[in-house]
């Protein structure tokens, strides 16, 4: 069936003088905007988002305000933010960890690409060069069945969002 497989799967490149990053959409999205389209051609861009809100990446994470995703179907250029999924626990009394469950797409949890870019890595980095001071212990205890979950242990009386909004700032 013919349908728009680039937007599905998503493509990058680089040729003579620009360069294009499409990113990956969910295809029940898509199928429901084309037949969108297909019912109608004189549908709007707003009815097209109803249908298909943005990009869908297979790695989760969020994505930060519609304003890049908007700009991209009006335009054909926009910048779309995207952030790790976590939650505060409370491990022991008066002591929290934050918890990632989702990454951010084409971030890499660990070092397994072998050049240093794991996020595992990076966190320690930061840790080590005294940019983020809250951190006790990181550890990755992601499974095959359970998904991700990587677990950043903050020292006692640490503020949870404060550390996490350092860690955004200074980490990918």
Avoid: W
Wanted: proline fraction near 5%; hydrophobic fraction near 40%; charge should be negative.
């Amino acid at each position: 069936a013919a349908f728009p497989n680039i937007l599905v799967n998503g493509a990058g490149g680089i040729a003579v003088g620009m360069a294009t990053n499409i990113p990956t959409h969910n295809l029940g999205e898509v199928i429901d905007a084309c037949c969108l389209y297909l019912d109608n051609n004189d549908v709007t861009i707003d009815e097209l988002m109803e249908a298909c809100p943005g990009p869908d990446f297979p790695t989760g994470g969020i994505i930060l305000g519609r304003t890049g995703a908007r700009a991209a179907m009006t335009t054909g250029r926009g910048s779309v933010i995207i952030r790790a999924k976590t939650e505060i626990e409370e491990i022991r009394a008066g002591r929290y960890a934050i918890i990632v469950t989702e990454m951010p797409y084409q971030v890499y949890k660990g070092d397994g690409r072998g050049d240093g870019s794991g996020l595992i890595r990076k966190i320690a980095e930061v840790v080590q060069d005294g940019k983020v001071k809250e951190v006790s212990n990181i550890y990755d205890e992601s499974s095959e069945k359970g998904g991700v979950r990587v677990v950043i242990e903050l020292k006692r009386d640490a503020i949870p969002k404060v550390v996490l909004n350092k860690l955004y700032k200074h980490t990918p």
